[in-house]
């Protein structure tokens, strides 16, 4: 059995979205899966449209998902003289002709059969008059007139297409560009792609590849075709539904891991499993297990499966990616053990890096300013004597373990009277600002002997200068 061969052709006429995204997905896993190769096209024969800041996007996003290429990337625009020698080949063999019916005039023939309840379509005038290559002239495919085209698709089943209703298409303009339909099969054909999967929006396009494919004596790829992505109200995904491009959720702090698992299940499954590691993907992703029902976006899901993500990613690696989002809020955050401490305190609570980054302020800032509520209720004369208590036995300490903190505190509770929450709370709000917290031995213990005992001495000095 040959190797699968599988390709992703995004047109670079902007971002790279979920959509696209999960084509993507699911071809690299299946290429992934089988051993075979995933092949990138970029299709940017619409030269007004397409640029090169899309191309570059398109890039990036998929370099952070993490899906990498075995050929390419291929692009259409450097493969015109391909596609004329397949257009001549076409027309050589009796499958192709030269049509010079103006626009205004077809457009009258897709009314006129309109009218007596025929398929709107090119009556074929100039299939049969012998016309050569001339400014005006398009070149049409001479579609059969008769009999079935039938799609096998592994996802959806066959497919049967009424040949009689199938128009002769263009497969080249009077400019001289050729046509989507035409350009993919001769590319397909090319690069020995052997698997499609794609969105289903691309079925009705099908039927006329199959008879290309055919024309060119050419074998037919395994055709799968993915129900869309809907949003909550059951219409096709859009920004409106919160859907944004790829790189904006990287920019939002999700991980491309959660991303990718989030996408995979927009349409796939393994029975009851929702968590997975791409790993995991690529041992079990296969074609049988394409549902044949849209997918439906869910943001509470996805980030949710990014909370998940975050608590499963090891420390150091989250520390790695945090880096960015504490360099833009200006903090001189360096990898390395603090960075890394303070991140274990944070994974359980954060459920992006942008709100882990936001919960890692006080690690960084030089200076605590105490959110005003939180000073009023717990930086008051009554939280000065066990501050000044506290300060003292943490002085005394040169190694802030766990036990020697929980002893110390113990310590201050005997000869207070007071439970560990009306001391933690005023050190909680000394040490960070805020009430809000990853647990208080943990802060500690991150922040180090120096910053600890000079922050809990400003809240002493907050509370004497009120008192």
């Known amino acids: 059995m040959e190797p699968t061969v599988t390709r992703f052709p995004p047109s670079p006429t902007g971002a790279l979205h979920l959509g696209g995204a999960r084509t993507a997905l699911f071809n690299w896993l299946y290429a992934r899966h089988t051993g075979g190769k995933f092949v990138l096209r970029i299709e940017d024969t619409d030269l007004a449209r397409s640029t090169k800041a899309s191309v570059d996007t398109i890039f990036e996003a998929l370099e952070w998902l993490g899906i990498d290429w075995d050929e390419g990337p291929h692009f259409q625009s450097q493969r015109f003289d391909l596609y004329r020698r397949y257009i001549a080949k076409l027309i050589d063999a009796g499958h192709a002709y030269y049509c010079t019916c103006p626009p205004d005039a077809v457009e009258a023939m897709r009314r006129r059969a309109q009218q007596t309840g025929a398929k709107p379509k090119y009556d074929g005038t100039c299939r049969h008059k012998g016309l050569g290559p001339s400014p005006d002239a398009v070149v049409r495919f001479a579609a059969p007139q008769a009999g079935t ?93 919160g859907a944004m491009s790829v790189t904006a959720y990287r920019d939002m702090g999700y991980l491309p891991e959660a991303l990718i698992n989030f996408l995979v299940r927009l349409g796939w499954s393994h029975g009851d499993q929702e968590y997975f590691e791409k790993d995991d993907l690529i041992e079990k992703f296969n074609l049988e297990n394409i549902g044949k029902s849209a997918g439906v976006f869910n943001p509470e899901k996805l980030l949710a499966l990014n909370a998940e993500h975050i608590r499963n990613t090891s420390p150091a690696d989250l520390a790695r990616r945090l880096l ?88 201050v509770m005997d000869d207070t009277a007071l439970k560990l929450g009306k001391i933690a709370q005023p050190v909680r709000v000394a040490l960070t600002g805020t009430t809000v917290s990853p647990g208080i031995f943990e802060i500690i213990s991150v922040l180090g002997r120096e910053r600890v005992l000079d922050r809990i001495q400003k809240g002493i000095n907050f509370i004497q200068l009120i008192d």
């Open 324 to 411: 960015p989002f504490l360099t833009s809020r200006g903090f001189e955050a360096q990898a390395g053990p603090y960075l890394e401490g303070a991140v274990q305190t944070l994974q359980p609570r954060s459920k992006t890096l942008e709100e882990m980054a936001e919960g890692a302020r006080f690690y960084y800032q030089e200076t605590i300013d105490y959110d005003p509520k939180a000073a009023r209720k717990f930086l008051k004369p009554a939280a000065l004597d066990p501050l000044e208590r506290l300060f003292e036995q943490l002085q005394a300490l040169n190694d802030f373990s766990e036990k020697n903190l929980e002893t110390a505190f113990k310590r």
């Open 149 to 241: 085209t039938v799609l096998p698709d592994v996802i959806k089943g066959n497919i049967v297409f009424q040949n009689a209703e199938l128009d002769d298409f263009v497969i080249c303009r009077s400019d001289g560009t050729p046509t989507y339909n035409f350009v993919v099969v001769v590319d397909d054909i090319t690069m020995g792609i052997n698997t499609i999967i794609r969105g289903d929006d691309h079925v009705m396009n099908t039927p006329k590849q199959i008879l290309l494919y055919k024309a060119l004596g050419a074998p037919l790829p395994i055709f799968g075709h993915v129900p869309m992505v809907l949003g909550p109200d059951r219409t096709r995904l859009s920004k409106r539904h």
